[in-house]
């Protein structure tokens, strides 16, 4: 770990030395992390890779990851100085698929932004992921919409401003933007005419499942394409111990229990049975 520091409310950002995790990560993937001679916690906990920079030779090296100081894992992590070394195995799951869109629309509720830094980055042509390089068509515009509990859980906001898209927060005590969740800023934005009914239009999500669900009920009403970003627990990040599953409908109708670590964790909004 070369880099920590806090950007908000038990909030940190780290950023590890990883050439090869760098130069394959695409939006949306994950790794898993453990800390290095410790039982408690046993096993890796799971962190989107927030982006991915490169060193003074210009080639990719540093892999940032952001957290929320949540349960054991984190809190250990917290007091952890840059230095420190991790135990880090990604880039792993399935990120975010590339489709033509005109407006994307990115919702993130709490630290659920972590998964949709690098899409906004990738989308609107200022960075590029994966090896190979993927060329994805950019989107026209790209809406931010944040939803947190309040203002001081908001960390690195400019990050996205920078990565082009248009920024609106959502608090729920009113402490900063509308007052409310990250459904009723949608609900703003499409009354003041920001998100209009005749765009292309895709929304990309993250967040705590009941919000997500949230978000996918609402784009199913309007008939908007939204993908989900899963945060499902997960053990081994490598599809072996089935701790990760989510029940996913198939195109037969029925569903089964799908592993969000290699079949996701992104997955279509309208094929989660929430
Ligand atoms: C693909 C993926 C990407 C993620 N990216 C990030 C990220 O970028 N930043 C970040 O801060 N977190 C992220 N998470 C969530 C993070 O992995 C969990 O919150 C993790 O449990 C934290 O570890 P901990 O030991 O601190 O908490 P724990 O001790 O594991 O958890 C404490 C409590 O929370 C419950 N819990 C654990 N995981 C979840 C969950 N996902 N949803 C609801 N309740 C849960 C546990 O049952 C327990 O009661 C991600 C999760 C996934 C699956
Ligand atoms: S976390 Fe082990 S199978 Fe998904």
């Known amino acids: 770990?070369?880099?920590?520091?806090?950007?908000?409310?038990?909030?940190?950002?780290?950023?590890?030395?990883?050439?090869?995790?760098?130069?394959?990560?695409?939006?949306?993937?994950?790794?898993?992390?453990?800390?290095?001679?410790?039982?408690?916690?046993?096993?890796?906990?799971?962190?989107?890779?927030?982006?991915?920079?490169?060193?003074?030779?210009?080639?990719?090296?540093?892999?940032?990851?952001?957290?929320?100081?949540?349960?054991?894992?984190?809190?250990?992590?917290?007091?952890?100085?840059?230095?420190?070394?991790?135990?880090?195995?990604?880039?792993?799951?399935?990120?975010?698929?590339?489709?033509?869109?005109d407006h994307l629309v990115l919702v993130a509720g709490g630290i659920g932004q972590t998964a949709l830094l690098a899409l906004a980055r990738e989308r609107s042509g200022l960075a590029r992921y994966g090896d190979p390089a993927r060329r994805p068509p950019r989107a026209g515009r790209i809406t931010f919409c944040w939803g947190?509990?309040?203002?001081?859980?908001?960390?690195?906001?400019?990050?996205?401003?920078?990565?082009?898209?248009?920024?609106?927060?959502?608090?729920?005590?009113?402490?900063?933007?509308?007052?409310?969740?990250?459904?009723?800023?949608?609900?703003?934005?499409?009354?003041?005419?920001?998100?209009?009914?005749?765009?292309?239009?895709?929304?990309?999500?993250c967040g705590p499942e009941a919000m997500m669900a949230a978000v996918a009920r609402w784009t199913a009403e309007r008939s908007i394409a939204c993908d989900v970003s899963l945060e499902t627990p997960m053990a081994c990040g490598i599809g072996i111990c089935f701790t990760c599953v989510a029940p996913i409908r198939g195109a037969d109708g029925g569903w089964d229990y799908r592993r969000t670590c290699v079949e996701g964790p992104v997955f279509d909004a309208a094929s989660v049975v929430w």
Do not use: K
Request: net charge neutral.
């Open 1 to 101: 770990m070369v880099g920590h520091r806090p950007i908000a409310d038990r909030t940190w950002r780290i950023r590890i030395e990883s050439p090869r995790m760098a130069a394959a990560a695409t939006p949306g993937q994950f790794a898993m992390l453990r800390l290095p001679g410790r039982t408690d916690p046993l096993l890796a906990r799971p962190l989107a890779v927030y982006d991915v920079f490169p060193g003074s030779d210009g080639r990719l090296r540093y892999v940032d990851f952001v957290y929320a100081v949540h349960g054991r894992f984190t809190t250990a992590l917290e007091g952890l100085p840059a230095g420190e070394r991790l135990i880090v195995w990604g880039p792993l799951g399935n990120g975010f698929a590339p489709p033509a869109v």
């Open 148 to 205: 947190a509990r309040t203002a001081g859980l908001f960390g690195d906001v400019d990050d996205f401003r920078q990565a082009g898209c248009d920024v609106h927060l959502a608090t729920l005590d009113g402490s900063l933007g509308t007052r409310g969740t990250v459904v009723d800023l949608l609900d703003a934005q499409l009354a003041a005419g920001r998100l209009g009914p005749s765009d292309r239009m895709q929304v990309a999500t």
